[in-house]
Structures are given as C-alpha cells and as structure tokens.
C-alpha cells in the first residue's frame, strides 16, 4: 500500500513538461551567468568598494532563508524522497525549482566572501574631518556583517535539526517563518546599496552588467508567477516586482553617474588636463585595493580639494625623488 501511495506521489516527477523544463534551465543558467559579472568585477578591482555592506548582509541572509524554506516545504521534501523510486533525469529535472533558489544562495553567498576579501579600510589622516571620516565603511562594520551573517546561517542550521529530530511535524511552519524572513529581507535588501551609491554618486565594485541581466529577469520572473497564480498570489510573485524595481531604480542611479564621470573625463581632456584620480582620502585608481571615481565626488568642501591638490603635488614630488637620485635628471643636464 505503502509503495503504491508513493508511486501515485512521485507520478508528478515522471511527468516532464518539456516547456518547463526548458524554462527551469534557462533560469538556473541565467541566474549563474547574472552574478558572474559582479565576482569578476570585484576581484578584478581588487576592491568591494562602493558596495554596502548592510547591503551585502541583507542578501546573504535572505538568500539563505529562501533556500532553506525551499528545502523543507512538504512538496520539496518529497521529492527529494521521489529520487528514490525514479530515474536520475526525472529526479534533476524535478529539483530544478530548488536548483534555482541553491544557485542564487551560492552566488550571493560567494559576493559576501570576496566582499570580505577585498573589504579595504585606511583611516583618513584627519579623524576631526567626519566627511572623510564616513566615506569608507570601517572594518568593525566588515566584521559585524560577517558576524551576523554567519549566526543566521548557523541558526537556521540548529532550529531545522532540532524540529528534523523531536518535532519533525513542525518542519512545515518552520519552512513558513523562513519563506517571510526571506521576503522581508528581500524587500528591504537594496535600500541601504540604493543610499551608498546616492552618497558616493559612483559605483564603485557595484557590476552594472549584472543589474541589466536581474532587473528584467526578476520582472519575467513575477510574470510568470503572476500567470500561474492570478492575483491571488500576490504575496509570492509581489516580493519580486518589488525587488526588480528597485533593482532597476539602483541600475538608473548606477548608469546616470558613470555618463556623468565619462562626461566630466571627456571635458578634462578636452581642455588638455590630465586626468586626476587621487582624492581627498588619498586612494587613486591606478593602484590595486584603492577607491575609484573622481575627486569631486569626494571633495565635499574647498579644503578637501585643497587637500586632494596638496597630495598631487605631493605625489609629483614622490616620482620625481628618484630619477634625480639615480642621476638621470642630472646627467641630462650636465651634458
């Protein structure tokens, strides 16, 4: 009895929608291909500056609640119990929807390591300058992401082994509470990004690339999940139009100011200056791990240019130090 009640439960694995499928592939492809840009972005920077680190916490944190909840909902639970009594591609093509979900969880996962890896912090040299001060986020910050990041995964560990083992008839709520964290989170998570790429006024490590590839694809995404649900499934398929817009309001705001520092380089060389990219900090663009943009967005007020031109002529100094000592300059001269 036991084994035909299972075989009526696993039917629906069998029973491949070919269009589907195709579909659940494109997505896991497309999800793994939209964050390639920004993995590759921050380390060929060498820097995750620009990138929020409230930012970073929120996705990681609400990545791996969705991926939780996927994992334990009573329809995922059986059929990875399914995998037993069907073929190998049945069983794959039956966990793409979790497959979707693991993906993203990795990828956000993965910027959450290389935003600790880059993660650079010099103090400014003038601690009475707050606006110098709070431009960067402080390594404390760093560590209270990776803090709070690594307690939610663990927890979320502890909680499903413990209701897997004494109260197993719980999983069900458990999968509930971690579905509306992940929403939660999800909603709030580009708030904090959309505010340092506004103070900043430049992307920084932020990947353009990726934002274009996720914004139409979280609308496509709730599309369909509008047509298979209707209006009654507002609260599953709202999370992502709310997501994708203001994913799209952060891409704007990215797009606008990299015109904006391409027009104001445009006008520098036209007037025949070379272009400056030291700033007030003292982080320029040609130096692996340093800030990159111009100076303007970081000279708030006529002293910090001021400073951003003592440090040029400082650095013009610096080059210059050692071609006289090794007497090139000299020797030029005296013949």
Not at 87 to 92: K, N
Not at 217 to 234: D, E, I, K, N, Q
Request: net charge negative; aromatic share 10%; hydrophobic share 45%.
């Amino acid at each position: 009895m036991e084994s035909f009640l299972q075989g009526d439960v696993c039917q629906d694995l069998r029973e491949i929608s070919v269009v589907n499928l195709i579909v659940s592939i494109v997505i896991v492809i497309g999800m793994l291909i939209s964050y390639l840009p920004q993995h590759a972005r921050i380390i060929s920077r060498g820097t995750s500056e620009g990138i929020s680190p409230y930012f970073v916490l929120l996705g990681t944190t609400s990545a791996t609640s969705a991926f939780a909840n996927i994992l334990l909902l009573p329809k995922s639970r059986q059929d990875i119990s399914c995998c037993k009594e069907v073929e190998t591609f049945h069983c794959v093509a039956g966990l793409l929807g979790i497959a979707q979900l693991g993906v993203q969880w990795i990828c956000f996962t993965f910027i959450f390591v290389l935003f600790l890896v880059f993660f650079r912090y010099n103090p400014v040299e003038d601690p009475d300058n707050e606006a110098l001060v709070e431009e960067q986020p402080r390594w404390q910050t760093a560590l209270l992401v990776a803090s709070l990041t690594l307690l939610h995964g663990l927890a979320v560990i502890v909680v499903t082994g413990i209701l897997s083992t004494i109260a197993h008839d719980k999983l069900a709520l458990w999968a509930n509470v971690l579905g509306v964290m992940a929403a939660l989170l999800a909603a709030i998570q580009y708030i904090p990004q959309i505010w340092t790429t506004y103070h900043l006024k430049h992307v920084g490590s932020l990947s353009i690339p990726m934002m274009c590839i996720q914004t139409p694809g979280g609308f496509v995404f709730a599309g369909s999940l509008f047509a298979r649900l209707g209006w009654a499934g507002w609260s599953s398929w709202g999370i992502f139009v709310l997501t994708a817009t203001m994913q799209g309001l952060l891409l704007y705001m990215a797009i606008y100011y990299e015109i904006q520092a391409r027009k104001e380089l445009s006008k520098t060389l036209l007037h025949g200056q070379a272009p400056s990219h030291l700033y007030a900090n003292g982080f320029d663009d040609d130096t692996p791990g340093r800030f990159t943009s111009h100076p303007e967005h970081y000279a708030n007020s006529q002293d910090q240019l001021q400073t951003i031109l003592d440090r040029q002529e400082s650095d013009a100094a610096a080059e210059t130090t050692p071609l006289l000592k090794s007497g090139g300059i000299g020797n030029s001269g005296s013949n």
